[in-house]
Structure formats: C-alpha cells, structure tokens
Nanobody, 121 residues
Framework: QVQLVESGGGLVQPGGSLRLSCAVS????????VGWYRQAPGKQRELVAKITRGGVIEYADSVKGRFTIARDNAKDTVDLQMNSVKPGDTAVYYC???????????????WGQGTQVTVSS
C-alpha cells in the first residue's frame, strides 16, 4: 500500500518562502505522475504542480514563476518550493501520486493527509 506523508506547512508572511516535502513509501507497480494539489476553504481541490512519468512538468497559471516542483527518486520525495507567496496561496496542500498498484490494474490516485499553508501578515 502506498503512503504519502507531507511536511513543511505553516504560517508565512506575504512575499516569503516555504518548502513542502512529500515522502513516498510502499510498493507500487508503476507511477504515472506525482504532484501537489491544494484546497482553500469553500473551494474545490485544484492542481498546483505535477510531474509526469516522462518528466513533463505542469504548473497552475497562478503559481508559474513562483513555485517549483522537484522529484528526488533516490530519496523517494516530491518537494514544492514556494516563493513570493500571496494570501491567495492559503490552503491545505495535498501530495498526490497516480499509478498502477499491480500489472494490468487501472490507474489509482493516492493522497497524503494534507498540510496547512497560511499566508498572512
């Protein structure tokens, strides 16, 4: 069973920086992609950034140029570097993994428990 554990959330002032980390553990046959999503109060969960199996990186328009996603295969982590943060970045951030648990199985979504990021002065 795949487990995702996020860390690094907290309170940060506007214009500041924060680094989120997601530790991936467990057995899975193949990984199609890993990424970060966020959900603000009263809003739907939305994509922040993701890396596909082929190494293609996608960012939400709202974070382009400010956030950077990076995957470390040796450490089995997926990090999100958040720079120049804004109050609108306030949300619970979730780590996500898409993959096949076994050969021939359908692609499944795995989620971490989430970490709160609050941008406020």
């Amino acid at each position: 069973q795949v487990q995702l554990v996020e860390s690094g959330g907290g309170l940060v002032q506007p214009g500041g920086s924060l680094r989120l980390s997601c530790a991936v553990s467990g057995n899975i046959f193949s990984i199609d992609g890993v990424g970060w999503y966020r959900q603000a109060p009263g809003k739907q969960r939305e994509l922040v950034a993701k890396i596909t199996r082929g190494g293609v990186i996608e960012y939400a328009d709202s974070v382009k140029g400010r956030f950077t996603i990076a995957r470390d295969n040796a450490k089995d982590t997926v990090d999100l570097q958040m720079n120049s943060v804004k109050p609108g970045d306030t949300a619970v951030y979730y780590c996500n993994l898409e993959g096949q648990p076994r050969p021939g199985s359908v692609v499944a979504d795995y989620w971490g428990q989430g970490t709160q990021v609050t941008v406020s002065s």
